[in-house]
């Protein structure tokens, strides 16, 4: 028995934002801007989501506000300095010590600047190191907790820490040497990194993408402190447009009036399995006496491993599945997350939950293996594919969430289009992940826009 996977390519219509293509170096992909979408939220529930509120009834004709969630510690961090100070931190920053960064450090900069790690105000310091690398949470100081499983810390070498010294503020510089942020207050403490890669991953075996690419070749120090970005983050890569901060995010949920907003997140290409549990999460969302639930198509954008889609060929996928009516682009929105990705499992899903409650999103969409990854060194899953649902549903600071763990869609054979799973008749379904997407697309990377028929 084997399964066809139909890949059309075709060169994409876009609608009128602008009249001149972006180019990329490396992909023969065009993107050009276009407004925000918004489509029909494609997900199934294998069960009744816990803690799913109901919408609130009223007679009022207020206009309905989807600033649904608070953010974590009740305000949306912006570090990003005011334009009207910019240029006297700039001089400011000039005569500051230096700290280089990596480019996916650059993009942790951007998830702090912009709120996604709300209340977090920048790079650790050691207690809150410790408490996010032992405790998945933060304490703050009303008492309160959030959820924070993944570390976000800046490493540093020897030579550095030396040319910092006593100095209580830096200039953290990109690697084009532009200064792109200051760091105040800060505190330098020793980089286990042992310790780090063992309670994040719950492993040290050596093969994994981020360990390899982050923190086998980082420093032996970290340093915390409050950031002051000096100017919003951008990479000029043509996809700039589809990188909503929280703040843009809360503000279009009111916009379109939403009354629930659930969040999908992928790193691969969209399937037709993806939208038959995104249509179902709608469906049910609608039964539940929602008027008009919004979905978050929110693929993750920093760092991924070398044999994932790269991001403009997913964006243009994605672009596609709008443009052919596979999603409803009156109900969905589609922006770019961007974080680095760890591949840490049931640890990680817990960052990417944390991060849509402060772009405004109340409903969380979990599947199989979140975050997962095949084990580096051994024929079999790193981690067990159903514990990520799972802690979501129990992890410190993720009360107000509610988690939709989805129903398993297959290929039914019988029918030939995909379904939900029947156990009854599994010989009759065949199983195929975003990763074997990837796998399957990879030889046809340099193609202008593409559309998986299942």
């Not at 063992?198 to 340093?223: K, Q, S």
Request: proline share 7%; glycine share 8%; net charge neutral.
């Amino acid at each position: 028995m084997s399964l066809t996977i139909k890949v059309h390519f075709t060169s994409i219509t876009h609608l009128n934002f602008s009249t001149k293509p972006c180019t990329f170096t490396g992909y023969n992909t065009r993107i050009r801007p276009k407004p925000i979408y918004h489509f029909n939220p494609l997900t199934s529930t294998s069960c009744k989501p816990k803690r799913m509120q109901a919408p609130v009834q009223s007679s009022s004709a207020s206009v309905i506000k989807s600033s649904l969630i608070e953010p974590d510690g009740g305000v949306l961090v912006d570090l990003v300095v005011p334009e009207s100070e910019r240029e006297a931190k700039t001089v400011e920053a000039q005569s500051m010590p230096k700290v280089r960064l990596t480019k996916i450090d650059v993009e942790w900069v951007h998830v702090i600047s912009e709120g996604w790690a709300s209340p977090l105000k920048g790079f650790m310091r050691e207690d809150e190191y410790l408490q996010s690398l032992h405790f998945n949470s933060l304490r703050l100081k009303d008492g309160s907790v959030v959820n924070m499983s993944l570390p976000i810390v800046l490493a540093m070498d020897d030579e550095t820490k030396e040319g910092v010294g006593s100095s209580s503020a830096v200039t953290l510089v990109g690697p084009d040497g532009d200064s792109i942020a200051i760091l105040r207050s800060i505190q330098i403490y020793k980089h286990n990194k042992e310790e780090r890669m063992a309670r994040t991953w719950g492993t040290t075996a050596p093969g994994l993408p981020y360990i390899e690419e982050v923190i086998t070749p980082a420093g032996n120090w970290l340093i915390g402190g409050d950031l002051e970005v000096l100017k919003p983050i951008k990479y000029n890569d043509g996809l700039d447009h589809y990188r909503l901060s929280p703040k843009q995010l809360r503000k279009e949920f009111d916009k379109r009036e939403a009354d629930a907003v659930f969040a999908f997140q992928l790193r691969n290409p969209v399937h037709n399995g993806h939208a038959l549990l995104m249509n179902d999460t709608r469906r049910r969302l609608l039964e539940m006496g929602f008027k008009n639930p919004i979905l978050l198509l929110h693929p993750l954008g920093g760092f991924t491993k070398a044999d994932d889609v790269p991001l403009d060929v997913r964006m243009e996928q994605h672009s596609k599945v709008l443009e052919d009516g596979v999603l409803d682009p009156e109900t969905t929105i589609v922006a770019i997350f961007p974080s680095p990705m760890h591949y840490a499992g049931p640890t990680e899903v817990q960052w990417h939950a944390k991060a849509r409650i402060n772009a405004g999103a109340n409903f969380y969409i979990v599947g199989r293996d979140p975050a997962g990854m095949g084990h580096p060194t051994e024929k079999r899953d790193l981690y067990d594919p159903d514990h990520g649902k799972k802690v979501l549903g129990m992890a410190p600071g993720l009360e107000k969430l509610n988690i939709l763990p989805f129903r398993v869609a297959a290929y039914d054979t019988l029918v030939k289009k995909m379904a939900f799973f029947d156990p009854s008749r599994a010989k009759d379904f065949l199983f195929i992940s975003g990763t074997k997407v990837s796998v399957a697309l990879s030889r046809f990377l340099g193609v202008s826009g593409f559309v998986i028929i299942l």
